[in-house]
């Protein structure tokens, strides 16, 4: 997730490109830049760093300037480096991107077979490239981009200046949020509302397929999807926005938190989609060649905290598909153990920061027994990333909210794709298997959308759970990870004691704790454990215990519990990526009732950068 700017009007252009990225450095901030053009040339300033970094390489006396696009960056493709700092210069043309190109290695080869030399790492540069190569074909501008955007798979929001049309700018959106703001002959576009709300409250929430061309005769747009290019009526998609800048910043949301629990559907559809159509071409990414596959007799995947549960559903979903050993372990607890790290171990560690300090001292200790390490992070250029031999990047953007919420589904979605891609090397699958768990997989973004549904209902049942004190979470099989998480969710928020429990484990011990109103969450899809959870929700209600289920067949255990949370059906693989989301709902509205500060909950951090 990165933030975009652009402006055309007064000459003002520098001062409001460098304010709004400032109010955009929510979604990204690992480097910077602008683009400006002022009569002549397109003058570029850009930097690794922050704002306040592009700032100080802008010559003060710069004069006035009417016309420019900026970009604050969050890497996904490219280390954080000024090279690969938008915007992107070519021949003339220059672009800034937010989202992901999919298909940007194969229109990579494609024009460094025309010769064209790349200045970066990024996908996104090949948008500029392919402009440019159309421009010189003879396309005047607009046909340019149209014709480049034929070529582009992926999510993008662009905003495109070329030097030639002075008085034009350009801005495209398909899957990545793009908003027009309108004031006294002067326009602005922008990734989110923040970054332009001290200027003007008139607001066109561009749609996806919106081809959108700024002039100083005012804004026009198009829509240029289905081959068509139709014109759009702009006075009425104009809306005036009365948000405050902290609300617009989380997009309206009260909390950064559950913004970042809406955002799963794209962060998981972007984590899958860069892979899903050809699972080994990850691992040829990850440089895991079919020698070392034959090799590799076990993994052991390590990570703390939620991402720690990530790799407890992560085992489940491996070892189903490919039938390699996997163990999990807490890091804090492989660093110390003197683990035995044999040949053709392959470690994976799961870090959404990339910098947890014992996270990077396990994958270190692996490393130097000789073990092939694998990291599934978030963050482009972090420590982890860099000192792994390979790296499976989740695409969850920035998480704001201590609370790690998308990051866990993205970690999923990142497993599950790991899981397949090792179960074909493996010749584990099936032609069919493949493609049943690929159709599977591609459906679960659409499977978190509808379960997001139930958030009303989950925030009802929330206001009689405010003050207990006590919670278990259980589940079986893939579900009991999920508990886990649950139960985290829970405590690391509103600060009530929960604890995740394997369901068949109650009888050994944590039936003990249910008495007359305590509640119990049951993680209770229909699958090959069902009926025995069945049997252990009698359990509780025999003892008086409160049962809110979360299932995906609500009619086989109304009459048995106190709440249920209905989820969609999903692949019993894939269902956690599903069934995590009430639960972090479940979570968020209690600790809202208890007036908890969601986002920075106490004594924790985003980061546990030391032991
Ligand atoms: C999760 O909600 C917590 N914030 C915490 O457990 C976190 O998952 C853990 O500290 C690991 O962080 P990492 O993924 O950045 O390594």
């Given at each position: 997730m990165?933030?975009?700017?652009?402006?055309?009007?007064k000459?003002r252009?520098?001062?409001?490109?460098?304010?709004?990225?400032?109010?955009?450095?929510?979604?990204?901030?690992d480097?910077?830049g602008?683009?400006?053009?002022?009569?002549?040339?397109?003058?570029?300033?850009?930097?690794?760093?922050?704002?306040?970094?592009?700032?100080?390489?802008?010559?003060?006396?710069?004069?006035?300037v009417?016309?420019?696009?900026?970009?604050?960056?969050?890497a996904?493709?490219?280390?954080?480096?000024?090279?690969?700092?938008?915007?992107?210069?070519?021949?003339?043309?220059?672009?800034?991107?937010?989202g992901?190109?999919?298909?940007?290695?194969?229109?990579?080869?494609?024009?460094?077979?025309?010769?064209?030399r790349?200045?970066?790492?990024?996908?996104?540069?090949?948008?500029?490239?392919?402009?440019?190569y159309y421009?010189?074909?003879?396309?005047?501008?607009?046909?340019?981009?149209?014709?480049?955007?034929?070529?582009?798979?992926?999510?993008?929001?662009?905003?495109?200046?070329?030097?030639?049309?002075?008085?034009?700018?350009?801005?495209?959106?398909?899957?990545?949020?793009?908003?027009?703001?309108?004031?006294?002959?002067?326009?602005?576009?922008?990734?989110?509302?923040?970054?332009?709300?001290?200027?003007?409250?008139?607001?066109?929430?561009?749609?996806?397929?919106?081809?959108?061309?700024?002039?100083?005769?005012?804004?026009?747009?198009?829509?240029?999807?289905?081959?068509?290019?139709?014109?759009?009526?702009?006075?009425g998609?104009?809306?005036?926005i009365?948000?405050?800048?902290?609300?617009?910043?989380?997009?309206?949301?009260?909390?950064?938190?559950?913004?970042?629990?809406?955002?799963?559907?794209?962060?998981?559809?972007?984590?899958?989609?860069?892979?899903i159509?050809?699972?080994?071409?990850?691992?040829?990414?990850?440089?895991?060649?079919?020698?070392?596959?034959?090799?590799?007799?076990?993994?052991?995947?390590?990570a703390?905290?939620?991402?720690?549960?990530?790799?407890?559903?992560?085992?489940?979903?491996?070892?189903?598909?490919?039938?390699?050993?996997?163990?999990?372990?807490?890091?804090?607890?492989?660093?110390?153990?003197?683990?035995?790290?044999?040949?053709?171990?392959?470690?994976?560690?799961?870090?959404?920061?990339?910098?947890t300090?014992d996270?990077?001292?396990a994958?270190?200790?692996?490393?130097?027994?000789?073990?092939?390490?694998?990291?599934?992070?978030?963050?482009?250029?972090?420590?982890?990333?860099?000192?792994?031999?390979s790296?499976?990047?989740?695409?969850?953007?920035?998480?704001?909210?201590?609370?790690?919420?998308k990051?866990?589904?993205?970690?999923?979605?990142?497993?599950?794709?790991?899981?397949?891609?090792?179960?074909?090397?493996?010749?584990?699958?099936?032609?069919?298997?493949?493609?049943?768990?690929?159709?599977?997989?591609?459906?679960?973004?659409?499977?978190?959308?509808?379960?997001?549904?139930?958030?009303?209902?989950?925030?009802?049942?929330?206001?009689?759970?405010?003050?207990?004190?006590?919670?278990?979470?259980?589940?079986r099989?893939?579900?009991?990870?999920?508990a886990?998480?649950?139960?985290?969710?829970?405590?690391?928020?509103?600060?009530?004691?929960?604890?995740?429990?394997?369901?068949?484990?109650?009888?050994?011990?944590?039936?003990?704790?249910?008495?007359?109103?305590?509640?119990?969450?049951?993680?209770?899809?229909?699958?090959?454990?069902?009926?025995?959870?069945?049997?252990?929700?009698?359990?509780?209600?025999?003892?008086?215990?409160?049962i809110?289920?979360?299932?995906?067949?609500?009619?086989?255990?109304?009459?048995?519990?106190?709440?249920?949370?209905?989820?969609?059906?999903?692949?019993?693989?894939?269902?956690?990526i599903?069934?995590?989301?009430?639960?972090?709902l479940?979570?968020?509205?209690?600790?809202?009732?208890?007036?908890?500060?969601?986002?920075?909950?106490?004594?924790?951090?985003?980061?546990?950068?030391?032991?």
């Amino acid at each position: 997730m990165c933030g975009i700017v652009g402006y055309m009007g007064k000459e003002r252009a520098v001062d409001v490109l460098i304010e709004g990225l400032k109010r955009l450095e929510y979604r990204g901030y690992d480097s910077a830049g602008i683009a400006i053009q002022n009569g002549s040339g397109i003058e570029l300033y850009k930097t690794k760093g922050k704002i306040r970094d592009l700032e100080t390489i802008i010559p003060a006396g710069i004069g006035s300037v009417s016309k420019g696009i900026g970009h604050t960056r969050w890497a996904t493709h490219g280390a954080p480096s000024t090279r690969n700092a938008h915007p992107h210069y070519i021949d003339g043309v220059a672009v800034v991107h937010n989202g992901i190109i999919e298909n940007y290695r194969e229109i990579r080869s494609f024009l460094e077979k025309e010769g064209v030399r790349f200045l970066s790492d990024t996908d996104t540069e090949v948008v500029p490239h392919l402009i440019s190569y159309y421009l010189k074909q003879g396309y005047e501008d607009k046909q340019a981009i149209l014709r480049t955007l034929t070529h582009l798979r992926g999510s993008y929001a662009l905003g495109i200046m070329i030097e030639s049309s002075q008085d034009r700018l350009y801005a495209v959106r398909n899957g990545s949020p793009l908003v027009v703001g309108l004031s006294e002959e002067e326009y602005f576009f922008a990734s989110d509302i923040p970054a332009l709300l001290p200027y003007t409250r008139r607001f066109i929430f561009l749609e996806d397929c919106h081809f959108c061309s700024i002039g100083s005769g005012g804004v026009e747009i198009e829509y240029i999807g289905d081959g068509l290019c139709k014109k759009v009526d702009v006075e009425g998609l104009i809306k005036e926005i009365d948000w405050s800048p902290s609300m617009a910043e989380k997009g309206g949301y009260e909390h950064f938190m559950l913004k970042e629990i809406y955002e799963q559907p794209r962060a998981v559809r972007d984590t899958i989609n860069e892979w899903i159509d050809d699972p080994l071409k990850l691992l040829e990414e990850l440089g895991i060649t079919t020698k070392q596959m034959l090799e590799f007799n076990r993994l052991h995947i390590v990570a703390c905290g939620t991402s720690y549960h990530a790799a407890l559903v992560g085992r489940y979903i491996i070892e189903k598909l490919s039938r390699i050993p996997v163990d999990v372990d807490i890091a804090s607890e492989y660093r110390y153990r003197e683990p035995i790290i044999e040949r053709g171990t392959l470690f994976i560690s799961i870090t959404q920061s990339g910098e947890t300090a014992d996270t990077l001292a396990a994958q270190r200790e692996a490393k130097a027994h000789g073990a092939r390490t694998l990291t599934i992070c978030n963050v482009v250029g972090s420590t982890a990333s860099r000192e792994a031999d390979s790296v499976l990047y989740t695409r969850a953007g920035p998480e704001i909210g201590v609370a790690s919420t998308k990051a866990f589904t993205a970690q999923l979605a990142a497993l599950a794709l790991l899981g397949v891609a090792l179960g074909i090397k493996k010749k584990r699958l099936t032609n069919g298997e493949v493609s049943t768990l690929k159709l599977q997989l591609k459906k679960v973004p659409e499977l978190i959308e509808r379960a997001l549904k139930a958030d009303e209902t989950i925030k009802e049942i929330s206001r009689s759970l405010t003050y207990a004190r006590d919670f278990l979470y259980l589940g079986r099989g893939i579900n009991f990870p999920i508990a886990l998480e649950g139960a985290l969710k829970l405590k690391e928020i509103s600060y009530i004691h929960a604890e995740g429990y394997p369901a068949g484990e109650m009888k050994h011990g944590p039936i003990a704790l249910v008495e007359e109103g305590v509640p119990s969450v049951f993680v209770a899809p229909v699958d090959e454990l069902f009926s025995k959870t069945l049997s252990n929700m009698e359990e509780v209600k025999a003892r008086g215990g409160r049962i809110i289920a979360v299932t995906d067949e609500p009619q086989y255990v109304e009459d048995k519990v106190d709440d249920v949370i209905a989820v969609p059906s999903a692949h019993p693989l894939f269902a956690p990526i599903v069934h995590v989301v009430p639960l972090q709902l479940l979570a968020y509205h209690i600790a809202v009732m208890r007036g908890c500060n969601v986002d920075q909950p106490r004594n924790l951090a985003k980061s546990v950068t030391v032991e």
